[in-house]
């Protein structure tokens, strides 16, 4: 059982570049999250799905988008990466409610836009 | 906007101390609230939640309390090791169906 997964764990893309972040859930999850970190900051919520071929816009959502084609799957999009997007990206699930259960973190991909 | 604070944004004890870390909160509608400790490099990892109708949760060398009249959480952890030295952030769901709000976190720092 390996919980929650990330990939890439790394990267670094120039101005304009796209990239997709892919995370992956083994625990039959329903609720997936995607959260970005930044320097003294707590985790902002980027976009969430409750569920297969469901997205919903969290707090912080401008600049990227999401998809959920498989209920073990949550992609994160850059369709033109900004330096302002540099930061260490999270994705996390759970198992049920959406914010009143425990969410499991995957260990984050850092990503560096120059 | 309402946020979720931490008092202090880092604390240092030493090896076999109890920690105390706090968290304010200001909705006094939010019901649920968690502890995750982060490592550095690592993703964030639950540690004790508490509900709303509880106000004292144990867990194995952590205890987490909740006080609503002042709308405070506390994470205790007892006989701090080197270990223990991270990350340690609060949040809270300020309504049913709501994401988390994360708190900016608290550095523990512990010295042998």
């Known amino acids: 059982n390996a919980g929650v997964t990330q990939t890439p764990k790394f990267r670094v893309l120039k101005t304009g570049q796209s990239m997709t972040l892919l995370c992956a859930q083994d625990?039959?999850?329903?609720?997936m999250y995607w959260y970005r970190q930044d320097p003294g900051m707590g985790l902002r919520l980027i976009h969430y799905?409750?569920?297969?071929?469901?997205?919903a816009k969290g707090e912080v959502p401008d600049g990227y988008n999401v998809s959920r084609l498989k209920k073990q799957n949550f992609l994160l999009g850059l369709e033109s990466a900004a330096p302002s997007q540099t930061s260490v990206y999270f994705c996390?699930?759970?198992?049920?409610?959406?914010?009143?259960?425990?969410?499991?973190f995957g260990p984050g991909t850092r990503l560096l836009v120059l | 906007g309402e946020s979720v604070g931490l008092h202090l944004p880092t604390l240092s004890v030493q090896e076999g101390d109890n920690s105390i870390i706090n968290c304010a909160y200001s909705?006094?509608?939010?019901?649920?609230f968690i502890w995750y400790k982060q490592e550095s490099g690592k993703g964030p990892q639950f540690i004790i939640d508490?509900?709303?109708?509880?106000d004292k949760r144990q867990g194995q060398r952590v205890t987490v309390l909740l006080n609503k009249t002042v709308k405070h959480l506390s994470l205790q952890i007892a006989a701090t090791q080197p270990g223990d030295s991270a990350v340690y952030f609060c949040?809270?769901?300020?309504?049913?169906?709501?994401?988390?709000?994360f708190g900016k976190g608290t550095t523990l720092s512990v010295s042998s």
């Open positions: 909705n006094s509608a939010s019901d649920y």
């Open positions: 996390a699930s759970s198992l049920t409610r959406l914010g009143g259960e425990t969410q499991y």
């Open positions: 949040a809270e769901a300020r309504q049913a169906g709501t994401a988390l709000i």
């Open positions: 508490i509900r709303s109708n509880m």
């Open positions: 625990m039959n999850h329903e609720y």
């Open positions: 799905s409750v569920g297969e071929g469901t997205t």
